[in-house]
């Protein structure tokens, strides 16, 4: 299936200073970000262990937190212009799926793509072809009707097509097969949407094939930022992170049935 590819034409900016996150219910976990900067223009990787504080870090690039202190912002400027503005994030959750469970697709898309236009709702359509399953199959169909498989397609082709500046995704690749998978990182690599994709993931492969930067995440602060090539030659830190040789080793190509599967460069 063809999709229209859109160059990317603007660049986006985490920066924090001093900044603290503490969950009154676990006050043992805190997440410290005391100098945080890095651009990107497309995919922005975040890893980690879990218990690291990539999810929390993600939920504060998608407003769902506020930091305790100091200070966090994240900026969107246009490559073709001087002018900024603070961009509308929005985080997708490790079980998006939930959104889908009460009603059918179709009605959920409705109410869950507002501001609702034709673009947004083609491109979702659009997407979810892409990952294997057509609007039509499902959108009169509840979400208990469908697969796990199923509802994380088109919770992801929501997200991908929701009206903002950039989504946060969780987990993204959970529950999908190896081969949707796949066509998931060719969907990101593409560069099909002009909104910053960020990306949660253990999974160092996923976050290879397709990150432009990554994020490293370990006990609740920032141990590593930039490319994937900076951080592969840092081998104490890869082994200290959890990116074993086995998944360096296998991140050139997947087999599936009979056919070999290499990922996005």
Known sequence: MAL?????????SLIASEMWFRYPSNPKFRLALDNLTIEFTTVLGI?????SG????GKIIGSVLQPTAGTFCCQVQNCSSTTSSPPNFKYLPQEPEELFLGMKIGEAINKLLMPKTDWSFQQFVDFLKYLGLPFAQVEKRFGYELSTGQLRKAALAFGLAFPCDGIVLDEPTLGLSPAVRLQFEKLLTARLTEKAIFIISHDFNLLRSVAEKIIVMEQGQVVFQGGVEALLSDKPLVERVGISKFALLTANNLKIGDQIYEPCK
Request: glycine share 12%; aromatic share 12%.
């Open 47 to 51: 890893y980690g262990l879990s218990g």
């Open 54 to 57: 990539k999810s929390t870090l």
């Open 4 to 12: 229209n590819i859109t160059k990317p034409d603007r660049r986006y």
